[in-house]
């Protein structure tokens, strides 16, 4: 039973990068699936942030594309984001999320099965 | 506002039947891609509900049902319960945003 755990700062300044890590467990990183990143700001609904396929193949929102990175690290086991620049408006609960290949095999995930509790962020001075 | 529409809240007694819309286009669900439906507690993370429009993941009570037809799909729950209580929302694929697309989510009440 794979299990997600998302671990990184809770405070982060202003224009500085908020940096968050996955830890998988009960499962490879290096498995064919799609890791992705799902954010939740206080009180909305959830947005897709960006996702990385085990072979390091990498899709972003378009509207966060330009300020965010996601990466594998195999040796670890875990999956990390990056989001540079950030304002209050990238306070949220950020989640991370695996998705099973879809079939037939495609360039981007399909659906989320398993999901990490999720580590709330907040953007302030 | 959110690619994918769905209805802000939805009610019910227990025991009665109620659905959920989500509303797309020709860039998602019309263009064929399949749409997932989301359970979410508040204060918890969203579970797995409904996956390729229709088929029910281990675990999930055959109460929650899916549809899907043109650029719409819909989540039923028969039978409803106070343990139902939840927000419930749909996603799918963008071809045009080259991503995935939640809808905004609906608030489901047991009356």
């Known amino acids: 039973q794979v299990q997600l755990q998302e671990s990184g700062p809770g405070l982060v300044k202003p224009s500085g990068t908020l940096s968050l890590t996955c830890a998988v467990s009960?499962?490879?990183?290096?498995?064919?699936?799609?890791w992705i990143w799902v954010r939740q700001p206080p009180g909305k609904g959830l947005e897709w942030i960006g996702e990385?396929?085990?072979?390091?193949?990498?899709n972003y929102n378009p509207s966060l594309k330009s300020r965010v990175t996601i990466s594998v690290d195999k040796s670890k086991n875990q999956f990390s984001l990056k989001l540079t620049s950030v304002t209050a408006a990238d306070t949220a609960v950020y989640f991370c999320?695996?998705?099973?290949?879809?079939?037939?095999?495609?360039?981007?995930?399909?659906?989320?099965?398993?999901w990490g509790k999720g580590t709330t962020v907040t953007v302030s001075s | 506002q959110s690619v994918l529409t769905q209805p802000p809240s939805v009610s019910g007694a227990p025991g009665q039947r109620v659905t959920i819309s989500c509303t797309g286009s020709?860039?998602?669900?019309?263009?064929?891609?399949?749409v997932h439906w989301y359970q979410q507690v508040p204060g918890t993370a969203p579970k797995l509900l409904i996956y390729d429009n229709t088929n029910r993941p281990s675990g999930v009570p055959d109460r929650f049902s899916g549809s899907k037809s043109g650029t719409s799909a819909s989540l039923a729950i028969t039978g409803l319960q106070a343990e139902d209580e939840a927000d419930y929302y749909c996603?799918?694929?963008?071809?045009?945003?080259?991503?995935?697309?939640f809808g905004a989510g609906t608030k489901v009440t047991v009356l």
């Open positions: 999320v695996r998705a099973p290949p879809p079939l037939p095999p495609q360039p981007h995930s399909d659906y989320m099965d398993v």
């Open positions: 009960g499962g490879s990183i290096s498995s064919s699936n799609w």
């Open positions: 990385i396929y085990h072979i390091g193949v990498t």
């Open positions: 020709s860039s998602n669900i019309g263009a064929g891609q399949d």
């Open positions: 996603q799918s694929y963008d071809s045009s945003l080259r991503g995935s697309v």
